[in-house]
């Protein structure tokens, strides 16, 4: 699966200023709501909290992939969002986190969850690609750095 299929342009944020892991999972939630009507916050704030609980999804090197799955939802959706600072997140190299990259996915979806999350992860590991997000002066060029 191709990022760009799931990453809509509308699905992303730049340069925010957030202070907490909750507080930052609350506004990927609020995002996925903008994104698409089928798409509850409530629903997606849940499935992301209830994920983080089984451990971190900080990947290192500033980088996190919060994901989750959501019933009722008929196609994945990625959302990204970069903060100006970093903040704490548990991440597995202790380091803070300002590049947040979330995955939301059918209840049932399990192929495609792992497929996307494998994707993304592996463009993520790209230091050409995450300087560039670093260095996104709008919504746009974080799009274009990742599609």
Excluded: W
């Excluded at 500033?62 to 994945?76: E, S």
């Amino acid at each position: 699966m191709d990022i760009k299929d799931i990453l809509a342009p509308n699905g992303i944020k730049r340069a925010i200023g957030c202070s907490s892991k909750k507080r930052i999972l609350e506004l990927l939630s609020l995002l996925a709501a903008d994104v698409s009507d089928e798409i509850d916050s409530e629903e997606v704030l849940t499935s992301l909290l209830s994920r983080e609980r089984m451990g971190s999804t900080g990947i290192g090197h500033g980088i996190a992939l919060p994901h989750g799955r959501l019933p009722g939802l008929l196609k994945p959706i990625a959302l990204i969002i970069t903060c100006q600072d970093g903040i704490e997140f548990d991440a597995i190299d202790n380091q803070p986190v300002d590049i947040f990259f979330a995955i939301l996915v059918p209840e049932n979806d399990t192929t495609d969850h792992l497929k996307i999350l494998s994707a993304i992860a592996n463009k993520l590991n790209d230091r050409d690609i995450v300087r560039k997000l670093r260095k996104a002066e709008s919504e746009q060029a974080l799009y274009e750095a990742l599609v």
